[in-house]
C-alpha cells in the first residue's frame, strides 16, 4: 500500500499541495466517525465534560467556513451563519451539538470542502503569500491557513480517536 498526497492538477502546484492536506486529513477524519451512532458522537466522556464527536464535527466545519470566507475576503454570509452557528458560545466555549446525526454533520461539512476546494481552485501559488485575518487582530497568510486547516483537523481526530476508546471502555463496563 502506498500513501501518498494527491494535488489537484487544476491547481497551482503548491496551492495544489496544500489542498491536498486539508483533502486526505478530511478523508481520514470521515473514516475515522463512520458507522458511529448517536449515543457515540453525542458521548462526552465518562465525567460528561468533554466536547463530544459531534460537537468538535460541527466545531471544524465552523472554523473551515470561517477560513474560506477570510480567504475570499468576505464576511460570512448570514445564511452559513444560521447553519453553522458560531465558533464560539457565550461561555466561550464550543456549541453544543444535540439531535443532529452524523449524516448531517458531515452533509455540511462536505458543503464547506467544496467551498473551500473552490477557493483553492482560484488561488495562485503567489496568492499564498497575501495576509488576511486571523483572530483578536493579528494576520496570517493564505498559506499558513490551509495548512492549519489540516493541522487542526488532526487534533480533534486525536480527541475524536480518544472519545471512541472512552465509550467502547464504558460500554464494555456496562456489559
Known amino acids: 500500500m502506498l500513501f501518498d498526497l494527491k494535488p489537484n492538477k487544476n491547481m497551482d502546484q503548491i496551492t495544489g499541495l496544500l489542498h491536498a492536506?486539508?483533502?486526505?486529513t478530511y478523508?481520514?477524519?470521515?473514516?475515522?466517525?463512520?458507522?458511529?451512532?448517536?449515543?457515540e458522537i453525542e458521548y462526552t466522556g465518562p465525567n460528561r465534560d468533554l466536547?463530544?464527536?459531534?460537537?468538535?464535527?460541527?466545531?471544524?466545519?465552523?472554523?473551515?467556513?470561517?477560513?474560506?470566507?477570510?480567504?475570499k475576503g468576505e464576511p460570512i454570509m448570514e445564511e452559513h451563519k444560521q447553519i453553522y452557528g458560531p465558533m464560539l458560545d457565550e461561555n466561550g466555549r464550543i456549541p453544543l451539538v444535540k439531535g443532529v446525526s452524523l449524516e448531517q454533520l458531515l452533509h455540511e461539512y462536505d458543503q464547506v470542502?467544496?467551498?473551500?476546494?473552490?477557493?483553492?481552485?482560484?488561488?495562485?501559488?503567489?496568492?499564498?503569500n497575501r495576509r488576511v485575518y486571523y483572530?483578536?487582530?493579528?494576520?496570517?497568510?493564505?498559506?499558513?491557513?490551509?495548512w492549519h486547516i489540516a493541522d487542526h483537523s488532526r487534533y480533534h481526530q486525536a480527541n475524536i480517536k480518544q472519545l471512541k476508546l472512552m465509550y467502547t471502555k464504558e460500554a464494555e463496563q456496562l456489559t
Not at 478523508?27 to 449515543?39: I, N, S
Not at 465552523?62 to 470566507?69: A, E, K, T
Not at 483572530?135 to 490551509?146: D, L, P
Open 21 to 24: 492536506t486539508v483533502s486526505d
Open 51 to 71: 466536547n463530544s464527536t459531534a460537537q468538535l464535527l460541527r466545531h471544524l466545519a465552523v472554523v473551515d467556513l470561517h477560513w474560506v470566507y477570510r480567504f
Open 135 to 146: 483572530e483578536n487582530g493579528a494576520e496570517a497568510t493564505t498559506r499558513w491557513g490551509i
Open 113 to 128: 470542502q467544496q467551498m473551500f476546494e473552490a477557493i483553492c481552485m482560484e488561488l495562485t501559488d503567489s496568492d499564498l
Open 27 to 39: 478523508l481520514r477524519l470521515k473514516d475515522l466517525v463512520k458507522g458511529m451512532t448517536q449515543g
